[in-house]
């Protein structure tokens, strides 16, 4: 019988590593951790029954990435803010309702504290000058500290499933904020589903083999059968459960608002009569030739999508996927959605530059009763677009390049990165300036 990973370390053979995961019911933190103190940069115990980690977890003097999630955690433990190196922590789905100042790590840029029942935040979170990325959804916050203004390098925030009343001014004008999720709050959730679709009866779907899976549920491909027809389609089942992106049921509402468009995929039909009760929605199946366009941030990038290392298009399919998320975003946006991760890993690609922008796990819709805040929203996103397109154009084939397509190209991406949020143009202007050069 193979020797766990527990045994392993117990025995010293683990000495060196740069990484441990330990999930084994453990109530308390193994001492011998600590025989891995000079070259230990990521720690992965969760999955386990902890409440409380070591006085002198600081011994770990290499640490870089901590994660405690799924434990039972109450407090965010102080001892944590003492890590030198500290910068990425996560405690998902604990039991955690104080987060004292202390354990805030100076170097911190990315926090995960989703599924907890935490009620306020300390206002020392706006000390934290490197952090990134913060995710808060579905936790008890009635407010968000107003010095969280001074976050200036935050980019990506999830603050849906929530108590918030309202979006705080400050959180409009953040220079870098790109990827915003805030559904589930009392502001924003009685917005009413603008559409309806028929709904489908689960024993008219034939389900075959699974396709995906993300935090909010897993599609598998499906036939549906109806007036004596068949039609291949995607079947997505919801899990029901807060992601770290907010609440499934306002993704499942947020896609069957979005309507029809050619680069976003078609909800067919609203699941019914499902044996155990399941969410789920029937869409279009995308062909098996599309591919995801980039994977998701990793714990180096943080924020940034990872692209295949050989991946490059010539300079008018850049242009055209570019233009359909734009024009994508365009669409959703009158119809008062924001995508919340308009992202390269949440866009599948096609030949010549067809572009198809899905996952609406982020969304959340604009209140609609005031146009500047609903304004303010768009110009976030299209930070994010900026991103997209600073990637696209980092991979553009050189041989042949048009470069006065390429300089107005770079020059779009430089206006939808400003860092004052409101010189930014909207979607209606960068579909147009699109439009001009894919005809140009």
């Known amino acids: 019988m193979p020797m766990n990973t527990l045994e392993a370390l117990r025995a010293g053979k683990l000495a060196g590593s740069r990484r441990l995961k330990l999930a084994c019911g453990l109530n308390d933190f193994p001492r011998e951790i600590f025989a891995l103190a000079d070259t230990l940069e990521i720690l992965d115990l969760s999955g386990n029954a902890l409440s409380t980690l070591p006085d002198d977890l600081p011994r770990l003097h290499k640490l870089r990435i901590l994660f405690c999630s799924d434990n039972h955690f109450t407090e965010l433990p102080t001892v944590i803010g003492q890590c030198a190196q500290l910068e990425m922590v996560g405690f998902k789905a604990n039991r955690i309702r104080q987060v004292p100042a202390a354990a805030l790590p100076p170097k911190l840029r990315w926090l995960i504290l989703t599924d907890n029942r935490i009620a306020e935040l300390p206002p020392e979170i706006g000390h934290c000058a490197r952090l990134q990325k913060l995710m808060l959804a579905g936790n008890q916050l009635r407010t968000l500290p107003a010095e969280m203004a001074n976050c200036t390098r935050l980019e990506l925030l999830r603050i849906a499933a929530n108590r918030l009343t309202a979006l705080p001014e400050w959180l409009l004008s953040l220079p870098r904020l790109s990827w915003l999720a805030f559904a589930g709050n009392p502001f924003c959730q009685d917005v009413p589903v603008q559409v309806g679709v028929s709904p489908i009866h689960w024993d008219d779907l034939h389900v075959s ?38 609440l499934p049921l306002n993704e499942m509402n947020a896609c069957i608002s979005a309507g029809t468009h050619p680069h976003l995929i078609s909800v067919l039909g609203k699941l019914a009569a499902h044996p155990e009760d399941a969410h789920g929605l029937v869409m279009a199946l995308i062909d098996s030739s599309f591919r995801n366009l980039a994977g998701p941030p990793s714990l180096d990038s943080c924020t940034r999508d990872v692209y295949p290392a050989a991946l490059s298009f010539d300079l008018d399919a850049a242009i055209r996927i570019a233009l359909g998320i734009a024009s994508a975003a365009e669409h959703l946006h009158a119809q008062g959605i924001m995508h919340g991760d308009l992202y390269g890993h949440n866009i599948l690609h096609g030949a010549d530059g067809q572009a198809i922008l899905g996952d609406f796990g982020a969304a959340s819709f604009v209140p609609p009763d005031d146009p500047l805040v609903a304004k303010a929203l768009q110009r976030i996103e299209v930070r994010a677009f900026s991103c997209l397109l600073e990637e696209l154009l980092a991979r553009i084939e050189p041989a042949a390049l048009n470069q006065g397509k390429v300089e107005k190209l770079k020059s779009l991406q430089a206006d939808c990165a400003q860092e004052n949020v409101s010189a930014r143009p909207l979607f209606t202007e960068i579909v147009s300036r699109l439009g001009a050069l894919k005809l140009a």
Do not use: M, Y
């Open 209 to 246: 083999h699974q396709l995906g899976e993300g935090a909010s549920g897993v599609i598998h491909q499906a036939e549906w059968r109806s007036a004596g027809k068949a039609q291949p389609v995607a079947l997505k089942l919801f899990k029901g459960a807060v992601t770290s992106d907010g």
